[in-house]
């Protein structure tokens, strides 16, 4: 075995039992904010969280990896702290971002999350719409009743994310209308989309655990380069993605014309390929499944795919270069210390390296 692909695995491993670890650590406290909501919201809510079926029905399984909440606990520890201070905000976190799935599936129209049906194709769009309105109230409430010293910063920390969230989520849906979107533009809305909530589990575990302002500000910066690098992964497994793995129907994205990061990279690319791209985005008529695959041929052909690639590898460097620029207290045993930053490295490791 390489000395790459022997690191590689030992990432993976402590990745996943760090996820493993949060997950116990988090979910009693997920759950009793759910089941506070009212049943005609928790009942769709826990169908979401894969604690349910469709009929109500209690279900083994474990809805997806969890990361923000892993990434806000290791967050904590690398300042110093017991992560069970930052556990409110971990479950903050969390409701915040399946509040934003629930309505990104809605305005998507996605039939498919996590191999399941999404909650509006089953309960309705009014109902999916209003569960996730309730899970943001639920992460308000969580941080209010932390009963921490820091709980009204980390409100505003949560709120700003949030605002960024919807501003990116908006900008997507209006790219939809358009026939250009330049790459720097459809960046800096997937920085907002998805950067601004990872930016935010890292700095909120940070300020839980009582972390200094530096801490706390290259923590955040370590989320945002890793949100960023998070989403142009995703957008390429959107494309070329297993749906064993995304749990999704193959080539979601481009038979919806979204503009993702390759398909905006492929179009503003100047090249034969990315003006046939240009035309299939363009015409009236739903894609075959011919033109989907055509589609994924020419983006690949304008070099957007690799560009794709190498625009994540550089934004994960830049995100660990954080953690090394990150101050450690005296207080923290050297050995402590080196496993907190491996397990955050570890963990963006992971979340860009999904086809793996």
Known sequence: ??????????????????????????????????????????????YH?????????????????????????????????DDTAAIPAAVAVELVHNFSLLHDDVMDRDHTRRHRRTVWSLFGAGPAILTGDALLSAATEVLIGSGSQDSAHGLRMLHGAVVNLLDGQCVDLAFERRTEVDVAECERMAAHKTGALLACACALGALFGRGNAEQIGKLHEFGAHLGLAFQFVDDLLGIWGDPAITGKPVYSDLRNRRKTLPVVAALASDTAAGRQLSELYQQESPPSDDDLTRAAELIDKAGARDWCQVRADDLLASALGRLRLLSQPDVIPPQRRRAAIAELAALARLATHRDR
């Open 1 to 46: 075995m390489s000395t790459l692909h022997a690191r590689e695995g030992k990432d993976a491993r402590i990745a996943l039992e760090v996820l493993s670890q949060s997950r116990r650590a988090v979910e009693p406290a997920l759950r009793e904010a759910v089941s506070s909501l009212p049943p005609s919201m928790s009942d769709i809510a826990e």
């Open 49 to 81: 969280f894969g604690w349910r079926d469709e009929h109500g029905n209690p279900v083994p399984g474990e809805a997806g990896k969890a990361l923000r909440p892993a990434l806000t606990l290791a967050a904590a520890r690398a300042v110093g702290a």
